[in-house]
Each structure stands twice: as C-alpha cells, then as structure tokens.
Nanobody, 121 residues
Framework: VQLQASGGGLVQAGESLRLSCAASGTIFSIDDMHWYRQNPGKERELVAGITSGGSTNYADSVKGRFTIARDNRKRTMYLQMNSLKPEDTAVYYC????????????????WGQGTEVTVSS
C-alpha cells in the first residue's frame, strides 16, 4: 500500500493550494484519513482528519481556512488550503488507516512521503 501526496509548492501569503493524497495497492477499505505537518526540529502536528463517513476535524490554527475532503471511489484525500499564512509553511504528510483484506480485520497506519508547502510573507 502506498500513499502519494502532491500539490505542495511556494505561494505568497493569502494565496491558496490544494493538496492531494492518493492511495494505491491492494486495499479493502480506508478508515480515517489525516493530514499532518511538520517543521524541522518540531513535532508532527495534526492539521485535519476525516472519517470514512465524512466527519471532519481541524486544528484550531486552520479552522475556517482549510477544508479536508475525500473521494472514497478514487481512494483520494484532499486538503484545500486558503488564506495561507507564513506559519503554514511545513512539510505536509498524509496518513490513512487501511484495511487490506476482508478476511483480516487488522488495520495498518500508513504514511505518505510528504509534500512541501512554503508560504512567503
């Protein structure tokens, strides 16, 4: 199973970016999905999460500016980031709780490789 994150880049404050995270491989189902971000020397922090049913949660720092969504048929998660601020600069990682087989209820905590977002002031 692989998670491929994309969509990062360099933007100015106030602009927008849309991140994508596509899952591939032998997957029976995907439960919760999340976006995290991390800067050098700091802990990885949760940005937003979404359940398989579409319920969402956000870090206080991004509420009202970021929107998380998913397309279960495409096995893809998105993060629409508006009104970006310099403090949003980080490497963004996608995360998914994946079940590989209908025969095995075990789930796997899977991470993508990260996509870099830089917001200049």
């Amino acid at each position: 199973v692989q998670l491929q994150a994309s969509g990062g880049g360099l933007v100015q404050a106030g602009e927008s970016l849309r991140l994508s995270c596509a899952a591939s491989g032998t997957i029976f189902s995907i439960d919760d999905m999340h976006w995290y971000r991390q800067n050098p020397g700091k802990e990885r922090e949760l940005v937003a999460g979404i359940t398989s049913g579409g319920s969402t949660n956000y870090a206080d720092s991004v509420k009202g500016r970021f929107t998380i969504a998913r397309d279960n048929r495409k096995r893809t998660m998105y993060l629409q980031m508006n009104s970006l601020k310099p403090e949003d600069t980080a490497v963004y990682y996608c995360n998914a709780i994946v079940r590989l087989s209908i025969l095995n209820p075990r789930t796997y905590n899977t991470w993508g490789q990260g996509t870099e977002v830089t917001v200049s002031s």
